[in-house]
T-cell receptor
Framework: EDKVVQSPLSLVVHEGDTVTLNCSYE??????LLWYKQEKKAPTFLFML????IEKKSGRLSSILDKKELFSILNITATQTGDSAIYLC???????????FGGGTRLMVKP | DTEVTQTPKHLVMGMTNKKSLKCEQH?????MYWYKQKAKKPPELMFV???????INESVPSRFSPECPNSSLLNLHLHALQPEDSALYLC????????????FGPGTRLTVT
């Protein structure tokens, strides 16, 4: 059975802290791994990773994939209160572009 | 236009009602998806459409009936739902089935009474 596991389940930090969110997976027909941020409704796309060891960066956010050990991390540096959200990891699999989501990490950044 | 829109935002329906959820995108995407998200749970895939044809049905009960009338529109027809079907229903689209990156709409929050 395909499985995507995120840790920690929730995290409370103060503004300015750096956080690392984890995602491990076991899926058949792996195609890529995606990170989304979900605040109130729609998940918004952050990164898509297909190759091991290549870091993707966008401002204070960065992510990397390890296809040998089957995991990815999402780093957020100098956190701000606006980073408070649920961060979802999803693995794209199969010819039908199906996404399997992990349970999410709920991040709260306190002022 | 990089937006996926969904209507209505909220819907309350009884178990004997028939209603429809609508999703629209004008990005020229040829793949569209329905997901169901229960509270504090991740989205779960329901249906995948590619070029207006149903590509994947993840064993969804027949009380949910998808329809893709054209490449920009995706509907989800609801009939005889159960209270446990109450959830956030998310629509997403991608360039095609080869393109993993999916763009999500804001969702319809459905309550079945």
């Amino acid at each position: 059975e395909d499985k995507v596991v995120q840790s920690p389940l929730s995290l409370v930090v103060h503004e300015g802290d750096t956080v690392t969110l984890n995602c491990s997976y076991e899926v058949t027909n792996f195609r890529s791994l995606l990170w989304y941020k979900q605040e109130k409704k729609a998940p918004t796309f952050l990164f898509m990773l297909t190759s091991s060891g290549i870091e993707k960066k966008s401002g204070r956010l960065s992510s990397i994939l390890d296809k040998k050990e089957l995991f990815s991390i999402l780093n957020i540096t100098a956190t701000q209160t606006g980073d408070s959200a649920i961060y979802l990891c999803a693995v794209g699999r199969g010819a039908g572009n199906m996404l399997t989501f992990g349970g999410g990490t709920r991040l709260m950044v306190k002022p | 236009d990089t937006e996926v829109t969904q209507t209505p935002k909220h819907l309350v329906m009884g178990m004997t009602n028939k209603k429809s959820l609508k999703c629209e995108q004008h990005m020229g995407h040829r793949a569209m998806y329905w997901y169901k998200q229960k509270a504090k749970k991740p989205p779960e895939l329901m249906f995948v459409y590619s070029y207006e044809k149903l590509s994947i049905n993840e064993s969804v009960p027949s009380r949910f009936s998808p329809e893709c009338p054209n490449s920009s529109l995706l509907n989800l027809h609801l009939h005889a739902l159960q209270p446990e079907d109450s959830a956030l229903y998310l629509c997403a689209s991608s360039q095609g089935l080869r393109d993993i990156e999916q763009y999500f709409g804001p969702g319809t929050r459905l309550t079945v009474t």
